[in-house]
């Protein structure tokens, strides 16, 4: 069964602390992995996609990087504004063919404190 | 820049009524999809949407459940008979293509009562 596991379920950072959060996956073949940032009632908002092993992406303080079978949302010096919780969620290739439908983790609620 | 709106915020029913949740995608987006997010819980897949037909749908999507593009424009959401295990977040998302970025709408809050 298709899988994806966050780690840790939270985070708290003061201000300027840099932290990796985790996002192992257990996938029938991997389409894409995605990352978002969802703040309290609002949206998924998208942030990175990544497709192959080896592959790092970049946005702000925020870089993704993505090995056969987890990503790493590392923060660097991170800002109070950049808390929130941080979703990973990937898509199966599958084997009767690809799918389009996202598999999301619990998420890493981030608290970074002035 | 362009984003998915959904409409209502929130909506309140009684538990057996029908309700319809409401969905602009983002206007090049060729594929839409529902997702929806109890408190507390994960954001789970519903259904996807291509070329005026349901390309995919979870086991949570069963008759009670429908959705339509009644126009250029509007996708929406139904859900027939309410329950109360129906409350969530109700989002709604587009693409451009499979496997390319979902975009999200900021979410219906359904509240059944």
């Known amino acids: 069964e298709d899988q994806v596991t966050q780690s840790p379920e939270a985070l708290r950072l003061q201000e300027g602390e840099s932290s990796s959060l985790n996002c192992s996956y257990t996938?029938?073949?991997?389409?894409?992995l995605f990352w978002y940032r969802q703040d309290p009632g609002k949206g998924p908002e998208f942030l990175f996609t990544?497709?192959?092993a080896g592959e790092e992406k970049e946005k702000e303080r925020l870089k993704a990087t993505l090995t056969k079978k987890e990503s790493f949302l590392h923060i660097t010096a991170p800002k109070p504004e950049d808390s929130a919780t941080y979703l990973c969620?990937?898509?199966?290739?599958?084997?009767?063919?690809?799918?389009?439908?996202?598999?999301f983790g619990t998420g890493t609620l981030l608290a970074v404190q002035p | 820049e362009p984003e998915v709106t959904q409409t209502p915020s929130h909506q309140v029913t009684q538990m057996g009524q029908e309700v319809i949740l409401r969905c602009v995608p983002i206007?090049?987006?060729?594929?839409f999809y529902w997702y929806r997010q109890i408190l507390g819980q994960k954001v789970e897949f519903l259904v996807s949407?291509?070329?005026?037909?349901?390309?995919?749908k979870s086991e949570i999507f069963d008759d009670q459940f429908s959705v339509e593009r009644p126009d250029g424009s509007n996708f929406t959401l139904k859900i027939r008979s309410t329950k109360l295990e129906d409350s969530a977040m109700y989002f709604c998302?587009?693409?451009?293509?499979?496997?390319?970025?979902?975009?999200f709408g900021p979410g219906t809050r359904l509240t059944v009562l």
């Open positions: 998302a587009s693409s451009e293509a499979p496997g390319t970025s979902e975009f």
């Open positions: 996938v029938s073949g991997l389409r894409g």
């Open positions: 990544l497709y192959s």
């Open positions: 969620a990937v898509q199966a290739a599958g084997y009767g063919g690809a799918t389009n439908k996202l598999i």
């Open positions: 206007s090049n987006h060729l594929y």
């Open positions: 949407f291509y070329n005026n037909e349901i390309s995919e």
